[in-house]
C-alpha cells in the first residue's frame, strides 16, 4: 500500500517536471518560457520530497521531516530567480512575440 | 502597522518561531537538548540581527496570515495544473501580456510577499515594481506604487487586475495593517 502512494506521487512530481521542461523548449519567447519552471516544477518538487518522506517514515525510525524544509526554501526561492531573470530580460529589452498585450506597460529605467 | 515588538528582547517574534521549527526539522528530532538549543538560537539570533536590518512591518494577525497561507498553497497546487494545461495546448491560442497592477500597499516587505505569491499563482510572474527604486531619494516612500506582470494567457485585464488586489493585496493589507 505505501509503496503505492510513494509510486504514485514519484509519477505525479515527474510528470509536472516533465511538463515544465517541455514548457521551456515549446514555448515561443523568453517571458512565456519562465512561466513553466517557476510553477510546473514547484508542485513536482513538492510531491518528489513528499515521496522521500514518506518513504524514509516508513522504512527508517521515527518519523522524517526534513522534506519540509527543502520545500518551503523552493517555495521561497522560485519566485525570487524567476523576478531576477525577467528583470533582467527587461533591462535588456529582450523581444517578446508579437501578439504581447500592454508592451507600453514596461517603462524605461533609469 | 506597527514595526517594533511588545518586548524588547524579543524583535520579531514569528522569525524566532520559525528559526525555533526550522532547527527542529534540520535535526530532525524532539529531544529536551534540541528544544533548548533551538529556543536559544531562536532568541540570540534575532536579537544579534536585529541592529543591522531595515525595520519591517510585524505581522499583526497571525490567524489571518495562517489562513491567507492555505490560500495561497492551494493556489498553488491549482496554478500548477492550470499551467501544465496551458503548456500542453496549442501556442497559438495563448496571448501573453504586460499588466500593471496598482498597489495599495507601500511597504517593501508586504509588496515582496505579493510579488511572490503572483508569481506562483496562475500564469503569471511579476516583473517589476514601478516607480525604479533608483529614480527614489533615499528613504523616500512613494504614494503609489505599481506592480509589473507578465501573463501567460490575457483574457481580461480587468478581472486579473481584481483577482489579485482582493485575492492576495486585501489580506496582505489586513496582516500587515497598512
Known amino acids: ?110 | 502597522m506597527r514595526l517594533e515588538a511588545k518586548f524588547k528582547w524579543l524583535p520579531t517574534p514569528y522569525m524566532s518561531l520559525l528559526l525555533f521549527i526550522v532547527w527542529l526539522l534540520l535535526n530532525n528530532s524532539v529531544s529536551t537538548g534540541h528544544i533548548l538549543l533551538a529556543a536559544v538560537l531562536a532568541i540570540v539570533i534575532p536579537l544579534a540581527t536585529n541592529p543591522f536590518k531595515v525595520k519591517q512591518p510585524l505581522i499583526l494577525k497571525p490567524g489571518l496570515a495562517f489562513r491567507h497561507l492555505m490560500l495561497v498553497l492551494y493556489d498553488i497546487i491549482t496554478a500548477n495544473i492550470q499551467v501544465a494545461i496551458l503548456i500542453l495546448g496549442p501556442n497559438k491560442k495563448l496571448t501573453p501580456g504586460f499588466v500593471k497592477v496598482p498597489l495599495d500597499l507601500t511597504h517593501n516587505m508586504p509588496i515582496t510577499i505579493l510579488a511572490s505569491t503572483v508569481s506562483l499563482t496562475p500564469g503569471t510572474v511579476s516583473a517589476e515594481v514601478y516607480p525604479w527604486q533608483e529614480s527614489l531619494e533615499e528613504g523616500e516612500i512613494p504614494e503609489q506604487r505599481f506592480l509589473l506582470i507578465h501573463v501567460l494567457n490575457l483574457t481580461d485585464e480587468e478581472a486579473l487586475i481584481k483577482t489579485i488586489k482582493q485575492r492576495y493585496e486585501a489580506p496582505l493589507k489586513e496582516i500587515f495593517q497598512c
Open chain 1, 1 to 110: 500500500m505505501i509503496e503505492w502512494i510513494i509510486s504514485i506521487l514519484l509519477l505525479i512530481g515527474g510528470c509536472f517536471i516533465l511538463v515544465g521542461s517541455i514548457g521551456l523548449v515549446k514555448m515561443p519567447d523568453f517571458f512565456m518560457r519562465l512561466h513553466g519552471p517557476t510553477k510546473a516544477t514547484t508542485l513536482g518538487m513538492a510531491s518528489l520530497l513528499t515521496a522521500a518522506m514518506v518513504f524514509f517514515s516508513t522504512t527508517q525510525a521515527g518519523l522524517s521531516a526534513k522534506e519540509i524544509l527543502i520545500s518551503l526554501f523552493l517555495l521561497l526561492t522560485a519566485p525570487i530567480s524567476a523576478y531576477m531573470m525577467i528583470k533582467s530580460a527587461i533591462h535588456h529589452k529582450l523581444a517578446s512575440i508579437e501578439r504581447t498585450k500592454g508592451k507600453d506597460n514596461i517603462e524605461d529605467d533609469v
